[in-house]
């Protein structure tokens, strides 16, 4: 017999969460795997669609915002420059509306088996990390299409996308926790996520937001992460309103820190409640 | 305090609201009714707040002391509703404490349902990984484990099918066979041996004994009371919520079926289908003349809207051990009425002395409209006045004969 003791009592000490995590970390990779193994199973063209869904989305936007709005493209072929966007926000958005519900679609988990719930959001975001890197590869054929040659910028986008996952999860986290208490949530998360796309600099660059804006504007955390990835990926003349940029990535930072902490103060009653 | 699990003043509350309802519910459905009420509520409108006069504590738990050393192997006992999956629960953190704690030492692995984690569109061999992972296996252990799962669970054909294509069987055997192949120090089971047919349910109590003998501690869950007096040598039984009886499996038992408070003479049914409602069942004490084999009589109150054919009511009789010693029924018309009264007289069962559940099953026609087990707890005694030889042959038998048989037993002297 191990000599571990474990003491259950009312309130769980914060500090075991992390110990306890990389306890988990096999049930994590393997749930990850689950998800992305089961997710296109009985789809007529399965991974596929993770290569249409952004494609698709790309055109219509090219179509609208460039072709019909005209807006300006600031000297980059328009499909990368919303490409270059595509890729954060589908990310984002597939990581809030998968993980606000992964608590409730795994409720017989949940209430049956005890592992630290955190673990199902965040798998969720693994799911997304997995379209993501499709989506990337796609845009590396975008831009060998039009000859757009990336620089030294290029080299930050995983501090870039860990700045999106950052964010996203805080959101996730927040969401999924409430969702097991309020099931409004399930109707509220499509919304955001349909308002978002178009909210967000997604199908134009935000240099098109007059400057006493653009502040403000940056208060959807999202704004700051597209920017970057833009700025990243345009290279050359591409700027990054700075400001707004640091307004973004503290109100993000701040949206994870909220959500990891509303998540494990309410994960003890999720089974009761669920 | 070198105990497996010490447990020490352990309370678990639910709030829940009582409303009004049917009249026709009873009290577990009240408070079914309330617990679900009470999370729709929360769930659906947080902006509506719950009529305080509604709401009412409830002590799912109360003031639980136990220890429980390592190797023991122990039974939980009680009526639905008495806290023992609470108590499952508590111990496998699914759900926190209200008050009190816990100190466990060791590693457990709990199994309060069978087949949790599975995905119906993975394969058996994919969701062997999958749900070894979730009951807290390690990869390699799985790994080395993997062959004695599927051999276990009898489906080397079926290893790479969907378990969406699983026969319901091949199902459970799979997640048992997982289960069972766990290596914990401590094995938490809420009634999941009852599942399989026959074969296979014989194969699980062997993994079971080998488990118990490997020195693991084992706190198993079961309304089956020979299942309980099998495999544990320590019970404890609840009565709402709180610690009633504790100590060796055979007497626990034996205190679960006489225990006053829960055999009641009469017990509510309160069940109602469109035609007929139940009201209660007695057992006429009264009625019971001293001695062996004498009739047994109940009466069973139901109301009628109109005149209902073909009603039949099967009684069974069962024992401690959670045998089903005698079966009996009927078929009746019943007239129309509000206080219509069915006695019911059983001759001949042969039955000796001790402690007995009567299970109901009423169907009209095809359709069953009540089916329960211990719906009724009695005890029959007074033997001594017609054979008072036996007394020392069921002192030594108690819970294991099942039922007397008449015979004939002649004896031809030789005459040389």
Not at chain 1, 30 to 44: F, G, M, N, S
């Amino acid at each position: 017999m191990s000599d571990r003791e474990l003491l259950i009592r009312r309130g769980k000490p914060i500090q075991g969460v992390i110990r306890e995590l990389w306890e988990f970390r096999e049930l994590f990779l393997l749930l990850a795997w689950r998800d992305v193994l089961v997710r296109y199973k009985q789809t007529i063209l399965g991974i596929s669609w993770s290569v249409l869904r952004p494609v698709l989305t790309m055109a219509i936007f090219v179509v609208i915002f460039g072709k019909i709005a005209k807006l300006p493209d600031g000297g980059v072929p328009y499909p990368i420059l919303v490409f270059a966007a595509m890729l954060p926000w589908q990310f984002f958005s597939n990581t809030v509306s998968e993980s606000s519900n992964a608590l409730i679609s795994n409720a017989a988990m949940v209430s049956k088996i005890y592992f630290p719930r955190i673990i199902l959001p965040t798998t969720s975001m693994v799911v997304s990390l997995v379209d993501f890197l499709i989506a990337f590869v796609l845009l590396l054929m975008l831009m060998a299409w039009y000859g757009f040659y990336p620089t030294w910028k290029f080299a930050l986008l995983p501090l870039l996308l860990i700045l999106a996952a950052v964010t996203s999860m805080g959101i996730g986290f927040l969401i999924s926790a409430l969702n097991v208490k309020y099931r409004d949530f399930r109707h509220i998360v499509p919304f955001i996520v349909q308002l978002g796309l178009y909210v967000s600099p997604v199908g134009f660059s935000s240099a098109v937001i007059p400057d006493q804006w653009r502040l403000l504007y940056s208060i959807n955390p999202m704004v700051g992460v597209i920017d970057g990835f833009r700025w990243a990926i345009l290279g050359g003349d591409t700027t990054i309103y700075w400001p707004g940029f640091a307004l973004s990535i503290g109100l993000g930072l701040a949206l994870f820190l909220i959500g990891v902490r509303y998540f494990i103060n309410t994960e003890r009653s999720f089974a009761d409640v669920i | 305090m070198n105990s497996a699990i010490q447990i020490e003043g352990l309370g678990k509350k639910y709030l829940i609201s009582h409303q009004q309802q049917d009249r026709y519910l009873s009290l577990r459905d009240e408070i079914m009714r309330g617990l679900h009420r009470a999370v729709d509520k929360l769930v659906h409108r947080k902006e509506e707040q719950l009529p305080s006069s509604g709401i009412e504590e409830f002590w799912a738990l109360k003031d639980i002391d136990l220890a429980i050393e390592p190797g023991e192997r122990i039974g939980i006992i009680g009526r639905n509703g008495a806290g023992k999956s609470t108590l499952l629960k508590v111990l496998s953190r699914i759900t926190e404490p209200t008050e009190g704690q816990v100190r466990i030492r060791g590693r457990v692995a709990s199994l309060l349902e069978v087949g949790t984690g599975f995905h119906p569109e993975l394969t058996g061999r994919e969701n062997i990984f999958l749900n070894g992972a979730i009951l807290g296996m390690k990869r390699e252990e799985i790994r080395r484990r993997f062959d004695e799962i599927v051999e276990l669970a009898e489906i080397e054909k079926f290893l790479d099918t969907p378990v969406k294509r699983f026969s319901s069987g091949m199902y459970v055997r799979l997640a048992f066979a997982i289960a069972a192949n766990l290596d914990s120090d401590i094995l938490i089971l809420d009634e999941v041996l009852a599942v399989g047919d026959q074969q296979f349910q014989s194969k699980c109590q062997g993994k079971m004994d080998e488990v118990g003998k490997q020195g693991r501690t084992i706190i198993f869950v079961s309304h089956n009371m020979g299942l309980i007096q099998k495999m544990t040598n320590r019970a404890i039984l609840l009565v709402n919520g709180a610690l009633a009886e504790t100590g060796n499996t055979t007497d626990v038992v034996a205190a679960y079926f006489s225990d006053r408070k829960l055999s009641s003479q009469s017990t509510d049914l309160k069940t109602r289908s469109d035609r007929l409602f139940l009201n209660n069942i007695t057992f006429c004490h009264e009625k019971l003349a001293a001695g062996f084999n004498r009739p047994l009589h109940f009466s069973l109150g139901i109301s009628c809207n109109t005149v209902v054919d073909q009603v039949t009511f099967v009684l069974g009789i069962w024992n401690t051990v959670g045998a089903r010693l005698v079966t009996t029924r009927c078929t009746l018309t019943l007239p129309q009425g509000e206080a219509n009264v069915l006695d019911i007289a059983l001759k001949n069962h042969h039955l000796p002395p001790g402690n007995y559940s009567l299970s109901v099953d009423i169907s009209i026609a095809t359709e069953t409209i009540f089916s329960n087990d211990h719906v009724l707890f009695f005890e029959l005694s007074d033997l001594e006045v017609t054979e008072r030889y036996l007394i020392p042959f069921l002192k030594n038998h108690r819970d294991k004969i099942g039922t007397f048989v008449p015979a004939d037993f002649n004896i031809s002297a030789a005459i040389r």
